[in-house]
């Protein structure tokens, strides 16, 4: 945490998936050296939401600028900044006042770890060294403290006492539960203690990839042992990869090693398949771990490639970044003709088109995403479609009568019926009046967008022994299509998307009000966990291009929703008109 900005949406997130997941966890309050930083004022507002649990185990030397070191309230001991290194030193005189209460917090945290230490402190007797040291790592570890740690990382001011307090209070991999997952030949649930005598085991959590370097799947050795001379067995994909070094990370660098234990974090370098959320076992005692459940894009943006030449290259980039990245996705959108890359805010839309440049070379036009609007009718019209065609030989002749009525359901694909009798269309030449209609679907008539939740009934014609042919019936049905569709009162369709957002009970009344504004129907809440509330509500993909910066705007970014398609819904008129005059336009452009 940051000691001027206090608690932050960050902080109270961290702090609610550490609930969640029951880690043991430490607090560092940094930068405690800069201006008007005070320590004391931090640790009230995380008293306030934590209460009991938060324990300061270091205190500032001195307030803001004037921090000179920090204080190690469990031992009362000292480290003091002099000549740019850290020495050991006695607790100011001045200091011990302050610490007391701190010190005696320390006390009933360690009294309440057992009822033998809760009697002796309190007949008043004094606990030694080593009952407060197992009595705090034991209240760590249960997750029933949580200490606070006060740091100037730039300064390098109370780092060594950090690391120091990790070594002793955190758990080490004999300290934490077994690893549970499923044994993939029966789906049985099993566990892997963190033992190196065990089966070996790893879950890969991330994927790096760099386009010099290649591809590295950083794993954690859940158990057993892993080196870089045997194949690797994927258990999730039931597959082999092979390998040749195992490497640890120190910033950008690969120090290659010969074994990895358990608790270690190693990366395999240029796995072909395996990808993050992965489980690499022993192939005789096969398990998966389960995968980690990613957010999912919430925001899109077209991009194209500044030049044709990096088209291949761009397509390269995006396979190669989504494997390093599960919260981000491309598609192709065949009928708006748009590459769209999908993320979880502008800001990581941002980034993604950033490493695009830096990593790969590739610069990217970005444009808001087009909407993929329908077109459907809400009469039922009839129209004759004749296609004659003389030119000196053999000639094109086909003759049909189309009914065109609005389907079951907006939503429905085209339906086809043929209802010809006696043989006025032959039978060899229907199917071509189908593909005829199924093609002439693909371009609305108001705006030029797909047409859905029509049905179409042949039900005449006639035909020329000699000059029909499956093309002629093909573009037959083509001409009655055109004269047929707009007299059936064509209307244009949106998609719509249902929301199901997650906000602070606070925040609801402003998020509804938007929602209104949006043409958004609010379908339902529910109360959530820590104070939230559920809102699910459904809204034109239109009005939500923004949405994902919107909502963090009104929520002070506390706020978070997922959505999905759900159906295409007519638009209302005033829209519409201005939907189809824009398309009008732009064909025109184009035409230009």
């Known amino acids: ?69 920090v204080v190690n309230i469990v031992d009362m001991t000292g480290r003091e900044r002099r000549d740019n290194r850290c020495f050991d030193t006695v607790v100011p005189e001045e200091m011990k006042e302050e610490l007391e209460p701190y010190r005696e917090m320390i006390m009933e945290s360690v009294a309440q770890t057992s009822e033998d230490l809760m009697e002796k402190y309190f007949e008043g007797e004094e606990l030694t060294s080593e009952e407060i040291h197992s009595g705090l790592r034991q209240g760590v570890l249960d997750g029933d403290l949580i200490p606070v740690l006060s740091t100037s990382a730039t300064q390098n001011i109370g780092v060594e006492t950090l690391e120091n307090m990790i070594i002793e209070y955190m758990p080490s991999p004999e300290d934490v ?34 386009p010099y370097v290649g591809k590295l799947s ?35 660098k690969q120090i290659e090693v010969d074994k990895l234990y358990p608790g270690d974090i190693g990366a395999f370098p240029k796995l072909t398949k395996t990808v993050t959320g992965d489980t ?38 995006l396979h190669r970044l989504s494997e390093e990245d599960p919260t981000m996705s491309f598609s192709r959108n065949a009928e708006t003709k748009q590459t769209l890359l999908s993320g979880l805010g502008e800001m990581h839309l941002d980034i993604i088109v950033n490493k695009l440049k830096q990593k790969f070379g590739v610069e990217v036009e970005t444009e808001p995403m087009l909407v993929p609007y329908r077109e459907t009718i809400k009469k039922t019209a009839e129209a004759q479609g004749r296609h004659k065609k003389q030119s000196g030989g053999a000639g094109q002749f086909g003759d049909v009568w189309v009914k065109f009525e609005p389907g079951d359901d907006m939503n429905d694909d085209f339906v086809f019926i ?55 019936f093909k573009m037959a049905a083509n001409l009655a299509y055109k004269k047929g569709m707009p007299m059936a009162n064509p209307v244009l369709l949106e998609p719509i998307y249902k ?5 602070p009970e606070e925040y609801m009344g402003d998020v509804m009000g938007d929602l209104n504004k949006k043409r958004g129907r609010i379908l339902g809440m529910e109360p959530a966990e820590n104070g939230k509330e559920i809102l699910t509500a459904e809204a034109p993909l239109s009005e939500l291009f923004k949405y994902a910066t919107e ?13 999905e398609f759900v159906r295409y819904e007519e638009v209302p008129s005033m829209i519409a008109d201005k939907v189809v005059a824009e398309a009008k336009a732009a064909k025109e452009a184009r035409a230009k």
């Open 499 to 503: 929301l199901v957002i997650t906000i």
């Open 218 to 252: 950083v794993f954690k050795v859940n158990s057993g042992t892993i080196d870089g001379t045997t194949d690797i067995y994927n258990a999730t994909q039931d597959l082999k990869e092979k390998v040749n070094h195992v490497y640890v990370l120190r910033g950008n």
């Open 1 to 69: 945490m940051d000691a001027l900005a206090g608690v932050q949406v960050g902080t109270q997130k961290a702090l609610e998936m550490l609930d969640k997941t029951g880690k043991p966890s430490f607090i560092i309050i940094n930068k405690g050296d800069r201006e008007n930083a005070e320590f004391g004022k931090v640790l009230d507002s995380l008293k306030d939401i934590l209460g009991n649990k938060i324990v300061p185990f270091m205190l500032p030397m001195g307030e803001g600028a004037d921090m000179k070191g």
């Open 280 to 317: 690499l076992s022993d192939p005789k005692n096969p398990i998966v771990y389960p995968s980690t459940e990613m957010p999912k894009p919430v925001i899109s943006i077209a991009i194209e490639a500044k030049s044709k030449k990096d088209l291949d290259k761009l397509s390269t980039g």
């Open 551 to 563: 909502l963090r705007s009104m929520t002070q970014a506390r706020g978070e929703f997922e959505m």
């Open 418 to 472: 043929d209802k010809v009798v006696g043989g006025a269309v032959p039978r060899n030449y229907i199917p071509h009046v189908e593909k005829g209609l199924h093609d002439a679907m693909n371009v609305g008539v108001l705006a030029g967008y797909p047409v859905t939740g029509v049905k179409a009934t042949l039900y005449d014609g006639s035909y020329h022994p000699v000059d029909s042919d499956e093309m002629s």
């Open 177 to 210: 539960d077994p690893a549970q997952g499923v044994d993939p030949r029966d789906q049985k649930e099993i566990e892997r203690e963190a033992d190196e005598n065990e089966p070996y085991s790893a879950f890969v959590f991330k994927t790096i990839v760099d």
